[in-house]
């Protein structure tokens, strides 16, 4: 039996992964890859990701269709919670002032934490709402594309 379900699992798992690089997320799965990532230039969106509904019925759609816009982040990066545990820890040790919380994103500039968009504001909120929230962070914070 729990063989059957460690095979379901790696399958969600996969499938969140490749749904979030198909819509050009570079995944970090070391601390050293978070800590190279987050060392670049300009504006960095993270999304924390996670195999719970809210991540796969909310988040990554989000994640994706948010890009449609004129101003996007330079870099576009995921750590995946539960799974990637080290390269998360790292990642949420730049996220000061915010408590762990996953699925989420994060927006960087130049490495340090502009804004969070937490689980709280994820969950049970319609997709397009999320969406416009990225959208709204996008604008204020990142250059025309």
Do not use: W
């Not at 390269?87 to 804004?115: C, H, M, N, V, W």
């Amino acid at each position: 039996m729990s063989m059957d379900f460690n095979f379901f699992m790696n399958d969600v798992v996969r499938q969140a992964r490749d749904e979030i690089s198909a819509s050009g997320y570079k995944q970090l799965k070391t601390p050293e890859e978070v800590e190279e990532a987050f060392a670049q230039k300009g504006t960095t969106l993270v999304m924390i990701n996670s195999v719970c509904g809210c991540a796969g019925g909310i988040a990554r759609p989000a994640a994706a269709h948010a890009l449609h816009y004129d101003k996007r982040p330079d870099q576009l990066v995921t750590v995946f919670a539960g799974q990637d545990k080290e390269a998360t820890e790292k990642a949420r040790s730049y996220f000061t002032g915010y408590p762990p919380s996953s699925p989420s994103f994060a927006l960087l500039k130049d490495g340090q934490i502009i804004t969070m968009i937490e689980r709280h504001e994820i969950e049970g909120h319609d997709p397009m709402a999320v969406v416009q929230k990225l959208q709204n962070t996008f604008e204020e914070h990142c250059a025309e594309v």
